[in-house]
């Protein structure tokens, strides 16, 4: 095997060579079926994407993460797949996949895709192969079987909503077949080497046309034992050492990004020594985001980001707002879980399994500051931010489409037809647009809000080009300073010289903050958006006060000479 369509995608591309990349990315999320129908059948596609990447460029992103665009039979957003290494028509050709590849890369964007290795559609060769094949037999053993329904009992059921139990009853086979999501999504059977074999083929198609790594979905699963919780085993750590070794000794420069909903404790070991993922999901901070600015109490989140465990040098966490599934609630304690419930989805329509299905200004109550001030945590904590296609312009929700679609909704592009969408005739959309009057599409949408100074998309412009100007925000250590007021969190990210300090009012409410800044006696803050120089830090205190929900974001300055 040759890293050849690493060299063949970078010789267009203005990449540069960094093993590192992750750590300074700004990703985009982005279901293809949601961006742009380039040919009027009423679904995104591959040549629409293309199209559109001059404004994810524009916007600032620096990487795009793909939701599955293979062959489904579209029973769970495309995750219930029936062939890991092929294009769903619908959406173009491998042709196109290299073209869009190369094209983001063009634009120094780097693209991952989706890995999903935990389990298939129950339509996929595999599986309609494996529940004929005799018992025993290496096919029958690419899934995972059981006479009853009580083997591995008391592991938890996650799509609670849907499913009853794990186990569903597979008449041809007859036996029972495991699945951690929905029935038509049997798992395979990671312990058997020639499904390992297979995942490391389906990587291996992708990697050669150029793409510079994976989400891997859902990896805590991968493995089952008895009498155990089949969650994070031994075994499933085996299976990502493989893979990360496999693609390290093949491909430079490649990113291995973990969906692990875990607690903290449990989340960091998807990182290994440094020889697992590169990069695993903040789930943990992520709910505690929500809370601090509803409770206006700092103490929850600053808690759970100081006490996270650190990680490996080479490794990086992602931090996110909202993504295309649920707000989880699964890993926070039961008094925090309800709170959220009792405050973020008031109409019970909005609650899913153990989250809430809504976007992110839905959630805010369409409070423009809120907003902004979440989005300023997401850009200046310690990892690396994830933006939900639609988020950047505030886009809404509808609580009344099934499943997690009201978060999967047509891209607003312009006041045209269909959200300039899509050219075919509404009612043929994968989805309809969104029209309630306040995040209708004539009012909610991209070619409104470029003309638009104030508006939120050019916000989130201005906010992304400042943090990328400053490495400390991306690679830095963070510490958070006493600031004498619990609804004012405030931290120092640095990194060699650089010196950046974050404060932020959680209240609705002026408030004060008066800093514990004596380590930087003589040092001069000056606030980034404005470039404004404030008084430089004397003996004592610094005090300063801020509006409700407002954050600055300053670089400190040491004194001359
Ligand atoms: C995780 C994905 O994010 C989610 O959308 C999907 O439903 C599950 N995996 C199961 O495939
Ligand atoms: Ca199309």
Same mark, same amino acid.
């Given at each position: 095997?040759?890293?050849?369509?690493?060299?063949?995608?970078?010789?267009?591309?203005?990449?540069?060579?960094?093993?590192?990349?992750?750590?300074?990315?700004?990703?985009?999320?982005?279901?293809?079926?949601?961006?742009?129908?380039?040919?009027?059948?009423?679904?995104?596609?591959?040549?629409?994407l293309i199209e559109k990447l001059d404004y994810l460029q524009d916007l600032g992103i620096t990487a795009i993460w793909l939701l599955p665009f293979y062959p489904s039979p579209m029973r769970d957003g495309g995750y219930d797949i029936v062939d890991h290494r092929a294009v769903s028509p619908e959406y173009g050709t491998q042709a196109h996949v290299r073209r869009f590849i190369r094209e983001a890369h063009r634009r120094g964007i780097r693209v991952i895709f989706d890995l999903v290795a935990n389990h298939t559609s129950?339509?996929?060769?595999?599986?309609?192969?494996?529940?004929?094949?005799?018992?025993?037999?290496?096919? !029958?053993?690419?899934?995972?079987?059981?006479?009853?329904?009580?083997?591995?009992s008391g592991v938890r059921v996650i799509f609670q909503d849907f499913e009853e139990s794990n186990w569903t009853w597979d008449p041809v086979a007859g036996q029972y077949y495991w699945h951690r999501f929905y029935h038509h999504q049997p798992d395979l059977n990671l312990l058997n080497p020639r499904v390992q074999k297979e995942i490391l083929r389906i990587a291996d198609h992708w990697l050669r046309m150029g793409v510079d790594g994976f989400r891997l979905d859902a990896v805590p699963y991968l493995v089952e034992k008895?009498?155990?919780? $089949?969650?994070?085993?031994?075994?499933?750590?085996?299976?990502?050492?493989?893979?990360?070794?496999?693609?390290? %000794?093949?491909?430079?420069?490649?990113?291995?990004?973990?969906?692990?909903?875990?607690?903290?404790?449990?989340?960091?070991?998807?990182?290994?020594?440094?020889?697992? $993922?590169?990069?695993?999901?903040?789930?943990?901070?992520?709910?505690?985001?929500?809370?601090?600015?509803?409770?206006?109490?700092?103490?929850?989140?600053?808690?759970?980001?100081?006490?996270?465990?650190?990680?490996?040098?080479? $490794?990086?966490?992602?931090?996110?707002?909202?993504?295309?599934?649920?707000?989880?609630?699964?890993?926070?304690?039961?008094?925090?879980? *309800?709170?959220?419930?009792?405050?973020?989805?008031?109409?019970?329509?909005? !609650?899913?399994?153990?989250?809430? !299905?809504?976007?992110?200004?839905?959630?805010?109550?369409?409070?423009?500051?809120?907003?902004?001030?979440?989005?300023?945590?997401?850009?200046?904590?310690?990892?690396?931010?994830?933006?939900?296609?639609?988020?950047?312009?505030?886009?809404?929700?509808?609580?009344?489409?099934?499943?997690?679609?009201?978060?999967?909704?047509?891209? *607003?592009?312009?006041?045209?037809?269909?959200?300039?969408?899509?050219?075919?005739?509404?009612?043929?959309?994968?989805?309809?647009?969104?029209?309630?009057?306040?995040?209708?599409?004539?009012?909610?949408?991209?070619?409104?809000?470029?003309?638009?100074?104030?508006?939120?998309?050019?916000?989130?412009?201005?906010?992304?080009?400042? !943090?990328?100007?400053?490495?400390?925000? %991306?690679?830095?250590?963070?510490?958070?300073?006493?600031?004498?007021?619990?609804?004012?969190?405030?931290?120092?990210?640095?990194?060699?010289?650089?010196?950046?300090?974050?404060?932020?009012?959680?209240?609705?409410?002026?408030?004060?903050?008066?800093?514990?800044?004596?380590?930087?006696?003589?040092?001069?803050?000056?606030?980034?958006?404005?470039?404004?120089?404030?008084?430089?830090?004397?003996?004592?205190?610094?005090?300063?006060?801020?509006?409700?929900?407002?954050?600055?974001?300053?670089?400190?300055?040491?004194?001359?000479?």
């Amino acid at each position: 095997m040759s890293s050849g369509g690493a060299l063949e995608a970078g010789a267009l591309s203005i990449l540069e060579d960094d093993p590192l990349w992750y750590k300074d990315a700004i990703f985009y999320e982005l279901p293809l079926r949601a961006f742009y129908d380039s040919n009027g059948d009423g679904v995104g596609d591959f040549p629409g994407l293309i199209e559109k990447l001059d404004y994810l460029q524009d916007l600032g992103i620096t990487a795009i993460w793909l939701l599955p665009f293979y062959p489904s039979p579209m029973r769970d957003g495309g995750y219930d797949i029936v062939d890991h290494r092929a294009v769903s028509p619908e959406y173009g050709t491998q042709a196109h996949v290299r073209r869009f590849i190369r094209e983001a890369h063009r634009r120094g964007i780097r693209v991952i895709f989706d890995l999903v290795a935990n389990h298939t559609s129950d339509r996929h060769p595999w599986f309609q192969r494996a529940r004929r094949a005799p018992r025993g037999s290496v096919w !029958r053993d690419y899934y995972v079987w059981s006479d009853t329904p009580d083997r591995f009992s008391g592991v938890r059921v996650i799509f609670q909503d849907f499913e009853e139990s794990n186990w569903t009853w597979d008449p041809v086979a007859g036996q029972y077949y495991w699945h951690r999501f929905y029935h038509h999504q049997p798992d395979l059977n990671l312990l058997n080497p020639r499904v390992q074999k297979e995942i490391l083929r389906i990587a291996d198609h992708w990697l050669r046309m150029g793409v510079d790594g994976f989400r891997l979905d859902a990896v805590p699963y991968l493995v089952e034992k008895d009498g155990t919780t $089949c969650e994070g085993l031994p075994e499933t750590h085996e299976v990502l050492r493989r893979l990360h070794a496999h693609i390290d %000794s093949h491909y430079p420069n490649r990113l291995l990004l973990a969906e692990a909903n875990q607690r903290p404790i449990d989340a960091v070991n998807y990182f290994g020594q440094g020889d697992e $993922c590169h990069m695993v999901f903040n789930f943990p901070v992520m709910p505690r985001l929500f809370l601090a600015v509803r409770t206006e109490d700092k103490l929850p989140l600053q808690r759970v980001i100081e006490e996270m465990p650190p990680i490996p040098e080479n $490794c990086q966490w992602g931090m996110f707002l909202r993504n295309h599934d649920e707000l989880t609630l699964e890993m926070v304690d039961p008094e925090e879980r *309800q709170l959220m419930w009792d405050v973020y989805a008031v109409d019970t329509e909005a !609650r899913i399994n153990l989250g809430i !299905r809504r976007r992110l200004a839905p959630l805010l109550g369409n409070h423009r500051r809120r907003i902004e001030l979440m989005n300023a945590l997401l850009l200046s904590l310690p990892g690396s931010p994830v933006i939900y296609y639609g988020d950047e312009l505030g886009m809404g929700d509808n609580v009344y489409l099934d499943d997690r679609n009201g978060l999967r909704t047509p891209m *607003q592009w312009s006041a045209d037809r269909n959200a300039g969408f899509s050219r075919a005739p509404s009612q043929r959309l994968y989805l309809p647009v969104l029209n309630q009057p306040e995040y209708h599409y004539g009012s909610v949408n991209v070619e409104l809000q470029l003309r638009h100074p104030h508006s939120l998309l050019l916000w989130m412009k201005r906010l992304i080009g400042l !943090r990328r100007r400053y490495p400390a925000f %991306s690679r830095g250590d963070i510490r958070f300073l006493d600031s004498e007021t619990y609804s004012v969190l405030a931290y120092l990210r640095t990194l060699g010289e650089q010196v950046l300090l974050v404060v932020a009012n959680l209240s609705r409410y002026v408030r004060y903050a008066n800093l514990d800044l004596a380590q930087y006696r003589g040092w001069t803050p000056v606030e980034l958006y404005g470039e404004t120089r404030f008084p430089a830090v004397a003996e004592g205190r610094y005090f300063m006060s801020l509006g409700p929900h407002s954050f600055y974001w300053f670089r400190l300055e040491p004194p001359p000479g």
